[in-house]
């Protein structure tokens, strides 16, 4: 009997993710001419589509996480009509924006019912995250669920036998789960697309990039069809898809969230940066929620990953910030949109009385950082993450280009350079913890990339991010501003944009702003980003 083709297998992967969609949760034709190159929003399409109730509209539009929360623990909702209408809503991002890989409904309404049941029964509530529908990334262990990863080469692959230590919190707290989300092939480009489960299209506008590597996790998030999410973080990938939708996204510093069973493309044993795990959701407090109930939940009792630093409540803040304001990095000029926007959320905190310090005489290079980061992710020698792709016989995606040396053109990786390496991460550490120290800042304040989200294909590497890797600084993206053509007008540069800034292709775009703090001092990042965040929205 001949093997299939790739395309066979895929084919038959795309025909299962269809027929998850319950018949009657499917799209009318009318809304479903979508393609990448549209400059169409479909944000509002869950809220006139007609598949939502008005009741459903209001239990996925009127809340956030923590809300919801106390709605489901008053028995004003039931966890099994707030997962019913979030797993309807997901359904319909899904055939808008192709953001989900996996769909386990029915097992999640069962869930949901157990929880109902227990609340009835007891008066009481499993955890602080009783009933809530969470959504993961596709690298998230789940037992019986597929983690094929967008490899064609893993389709054949058995689902795993167990959980994530991330997953089993989650459901000790309470929390329901019902769907996994889209990644981009190898998780180590800015596009989230693979050849088994598409493109992730952004709910803003169609024609742009969701982001990667969690970017399904942005788009599904930006459709409401999800509060709070878990993503992963290397280079920027809860950020990048973070600012690209317009929700928030928190890189914790490492090991603070717990790592274990999380499947990794990557060669096992891999130095130079270890990866973070965290949250993207609507509003700040879902992500502290989220953290607080991690990080109380004894995981290091339980995983290796973990550290064992619970949740430090009451930690000191200032009423008034001393804020670093991060350089522009010379070979990555801020585009006209985000110039305005990082501009305009600086004057306010200075009007507001904060302190704003220049720091673009002590901070290390950013993009040198980065050329440390990405040799640090092409030292396999096995080159595993490409191995994934080729033993399938599928293409590579065309953004691969840019954040990986697919032809083996660089040097091959001795064991000398990896020496060297750990050498210049070394010294360019002290330097950064000298500009938090020296001017005793609370945070700095900067772009997590040079523009708003782009065109597909052309986000390039994650300069703005991977320094806060490479250095485990936590960081967090919040949006603000919006891309304006004639509001951005007057700080258009005669410079080379990297990409090339095209301000009719972005119009209306989310912008951002970018926090960091220091290692390990997340709690203090948050607390100093709630206190940006109001003079923001004041």
Known sequence: MPQSTWQEK??????ETKDNIPVEWRLSTCYLDVSQDSHESVLDIPRRCGILSPREI???????????????????????????AFCKRAAIAQQLTSCLTEMFLETALRRARELDDHLLATGKTVGPLHGLPISLKECYNIAGVPTTMGFVSFLDRPPP??????????????????????????????????????RTLNPHRLSLTAGGSSGGEGALIAMRGSLLGLGTDIA????????????IGFKPSASRVPYGGITSVARPGMAGIVPSAGPLSHTLRDAELLLKVVLNSKSADIDDTALDIPWRAGADQKPLLRVGQLPEDALYPLHPPMQRALKTALSKLEAAGHTVVDISDQMPSISAA????????????????????????????PSLQSTYDIEGRAPKPKLLE?????????????????????????????????????PHDTYGVATYTVFCNLFNLPACVIPFEKADSAKDASFVRDLPYTPEYKPREVEGAPCHIQLI??????????????????????
Do not use: W
């Open 418 to 454: 990896l020496y060297d390496l750990n050498v210049a991460k070394a010294r360019l550490l002290p330097s950064m913890r000298r500009v938090f120290v020296d001017n005793q800042l609370d945070i700095i304040i900067g772009p997590a990339y040079q523009s708003c989200a782009v």
């Open 236 to 247: 920027g990938s809860i950020r990048v898809p973070a600012l690209c939708c317009g929700v």
């Open 370 to 397: 980065k050329d440390i980061a990405f040799r640090f992710f092409n030292m396999d020698p096995a080159r595993t993450a490409l191995t994934h792709v080729t033993s399938g016989n599928e293409p590579f995606i």
């Open 517 to 538: 703090g220091r290692t390990l001092r997340d709690e203090e990042l948050l607390q100093s980003t709630a206190i940006v965040e109001a003079v923001l929205k004041s």
């Open 161 to 198: 036998q167990s959980n994530s230590v991330l997953v089993d919190v989650l459901l000790a707290a309470g929390a329901v789960l019902y769907v996994k989300t889209n990644i981009p092939q190898t998780m180590m480009t800015l596009d989230t697309h693979n050849n088994v489960f598409g």
């Open 10 to 15: 895929v084919r038959v992967k795309a025909s």
């Open 58 to 84: 209001h239990i996925t539009e009127a809340f956030d996480a923590t809300a919801l929360l106390e709605k489901l623990a008053s028995h004003e909702f039931s966890a099994v009509e707030v997962t019913r």
